[in-house]
């Protein structure tokens, strides 16, 4: 046989074994590719702005039934500025009957069975699902209003949560450069205009250059010059420090790139870039490995919208490797946590220093709240690993709640908990709004059954870090 | 998505937690008429909405024929429960699929699609654990795609009572999935102890 007829056959074979695979047609192209919009800009913007009111109301309606958010604070602790308290108590609702001793008696396949996962454990949506993107609270876009003339308000949405349950704002700056000096932000925000004066004498040409570059705002996603933006004049864009300001968080989200279809994007809480020097993976899913990576890829796909299709078509900043990333990484990397006068360096309490109640709750994280399995204190309590924490097993997956399904998180990047009191809301997509909240959280996900005593121990600890 | 209603969910969500839902104005059909401001009016569709019909209504087909052929041929007590839930199932959801439609004039297939076809061709010319084992597997795959079908439906529809059903629809089919897995892994595990 000739192998040309050879090869025909074998294709046949293969076409009838394989045949359905081969005719069946695959899924729309917008489940992964984001359409172009069908109507013109302006009557986008007049129905957005229609239903403003009510996505607000809607989204409140959500935050209510699931959290407590009233303005109550932990007497005599601040966050590192001093400028704004630290939000105390749980704040996630419990449903009648499941109370938190009783979630602890019980299985997580009796806890989904009767529906009594607290829902504020669950996923959290964004302000408007299915248009995502980015949103800033109000702080932000007023100091960039007024320092810099540029409009980070979009038409569509609001920020959601209250001022008081996110960080304090502006937040202080500590490098690891110069420990002596302590917060060197002098209490403004850092912008494009006063970079240069606030930061001549501390920094060296080349953070300065990576500082101006982290500064300078280029167009994204929503806000740009093209006909699906979500601002109302046509905009130069956002800089990096527009949602990590001051190299820490405004509490600023969007929906995260790397999952599709878009209903199922989780919602993103903008991380700090404090202690990024210490930090091996980047991104809640992503697991980029340099600061680097991280960096160039952000400007590359319009922050976080995983679709370097559509960023191409809005605008692109390809800032160049060696030089332009590199400096932009090295500003980066010598940005601190903020002091922890009373950890040792090895990240451990000292006894000199720390309360009873401090080291017994120290010890509750070492030991029975299995904390630093995963928050080792050595590696600035991280583990540089991602972790499944299963939390599916305690609730039916694919209801939607404000146009967002939630689905299984998968495995996240352990976060850092150093300087964590003053980062909330916590967890990737922010769902939770304090620190005892994570405490309730991790004792029912670990099943470890920790004493009221042993929480309130833990939360103390935590608030030493 | 535009539409204001109450979202009446069989499984897990409380009454208050009842909202509208509420989409990206940018995707609407042209010729949308609004009862409010921001509001469209009720039964109207745009080209996600009327693919999606399509689609579903198909696969939705396809579940039902399928299942029935599994039923009389499996000899596998959980195969068989399986299918006849996804007779059950799948023909209580295309009653409902096409009531929406008619209501919002979309036409719909009255028959599998051509790739469904083809598949069920394959599958019945199995027996004993092949058939199985093909049947499994196909119903892995069907139940994948339904599952992003829906939440594309849920995420960029126009026709609410449509996007309602994707809603509704989308946590049972994810159930059957895990079935379909679990049955999979079942029936390969007892493959690997026999050898």
């Not at chain 1, 956002?238 to 001051?246: F, I, P, Q």
Request: proline share 7%.
């Amino acid at each position: 046989m000739h192998t040309t007829t050879k090869i025909a056959l074998f294709s046949a074979t293969a076409l009838a074994l394989f045949g359905a695979a081969a005719i069946s047609d695959p899924l729309p192209p917008d489940l992964t590719y984001r359409p172009l919009p069908s109507l013109p800009f302006s009557k986008v913007k007049q129905t957005d702005e229609a239903q403003k009111p009510a996505v607000m109301d809607r989204q409140h309606a959500l935050l209510g039934d699931r959290y407590d958010l009233s303005d109550r604070t932990i007497a005599d602790v601040a966050m590192s500025g001093g400028r704004k308290g630290v939000q105390a108590g749980v704040r996630v609702k419990t449903a009648p009957g499941g109370e938190w001793d009783e979630l602890a008696s019980l299985t997580p396949q009796q806890i989904r069975d009767r529906n009594l996962l607290p829902l504020g454990f669950l996923p959290l949506p964004h302000v408007k699902q299915a248009t995502g993107g980015q949103v800033f609270p109000e702080k932000q876009i007023g100091e960039i209003g007024r320092d810099e003339g540029r409009d980070l308000r979009r038409f569509d949405v609001d920020f959601d949560l209250p001022d008081h349950l996110t960080p304090e704002f502006p937040p202080p700056i500590f490098l690891t450069t110069h420990p002596e000096l302590g917060d060197v932000s002098r209490g403004d925000l850092l912008t494009i205009r006063n970079f240069y004066e606030y930061m001549n004498g501390i920094v060296t040409p080349v953070q300065m250059e990576g500082l101006r570059l982290l500064l300078t705002p280029f167009p994204q996603e929503e806000f740009n010059q093209t006909e699906d933006r979500k601002v109302a004049a046509q905009s130069t864009g956002v800089a990096c420090l527009d949602c990590h300001s001051n190299f820490h968080t405004n509490a600023a989200f969007h929906l995260t790139p790397d999952v599709r279809p878009q209903a199922e994007r989780f919602r993103l809480d903008t991380t700090s870039l404090r202690g990024m020097f210490n930090q091996q993976i980047h991104g809640s899913k992503r697991s980029l490995r340099s600061i680097e990576d991280f960096t160039e890829f952000e400007q590359r796909t319009a922050y976080f919208n995983g679709d370097h299709v559509s960023a191409t078509r809005k605008g692109v900043n390809l800032p160049d490797r060696p030089n332009q990333v590199a400096m932009m990484a090295q500003m980066q990397n010598i940005i601190d946590f903020p002091p922890a006068p009373k950890l040792d360096s090895a990240g451990r309490l000292d006894p000199a220093k720390a309360t009873d109640r401090e080291l017994a709750g120290e010890k509750v994280f070492m030991g029975k709240g299995r904390c630093a399995e995963c928050h080792n204190p050595t590696q600035s309590f991280m583990d540089n690993a991602m972790h499944d924490l299963k939390l599916e097993r305690f609730y039916k997956v694919g209801q939607t709640f404000n146009d967002q399904v939630a689905i299984p998180d998968g495995p996240i990047k352990t976060f850092t908990l150093r300087g964590i009191k003053d980062s909330p809301p916590y967890l990737h997509d922010g769902r939770l709004l304090t620190l005892e909240d994570t405490v309730e959280f991790f004792n029912l996900v670990l099943q470890t059954k920790l004493t009221r005593q042993e929480k309130d121990d833990l939360l103390a600890y935590l608030l030493t870090l | 998505m535009m539409r204001l209603w109450i979202v009446a969910f069989g499984l897990a969500v409380m009454p208050s937690l009842a909202a509208a839902q509420i989409g990206n104005p940018a995707g609407l059909a042209p010729d949308t008429r609004f009862k409010a401001p921001g509001v469209p009016e009720a039964n109207q569709t745009n080209y996600q909405d009327r693919l999606f019909a399509q689609l579903m209504t198909a696969g939705g087909l396809a579940e039902v024929d399928l299942g029935k052929l599994a039923v009389s041929k499996t000899d596998h007590q959980g195969i068989r429960a399986y299918a006849q839930q996804m007779i059950d199932s799948h023909g209580k959801a295309n009653k409902a699929l096409g009531s929406i439609a008619e209501k919002s004039r979309m036409p719909v297939p009255a028959e599998p699609g051509e790739d469904q076809k083809m598949a069920r061709s394959h599958i019945d010319g199995l027996k004993g654990r092949e058939f199985d084992l093909a049947y499994l597997a196909n119903q892995v795959v069907e139940h994948q795609k339904a599952a992003s079908l829906l939440a594309w439906e849920i995420g960029s529809g126009e026709d609410a009572a449509l996007q309602r059903f994707a809603m509704e629809t989308l946590p049972t089919v994810l159930e059957h999935l895990q079935m379909a897995r679990d049955l999979t892994a079942e029936l390969t595990l007892q493959a690997q102890a026999a050898k």
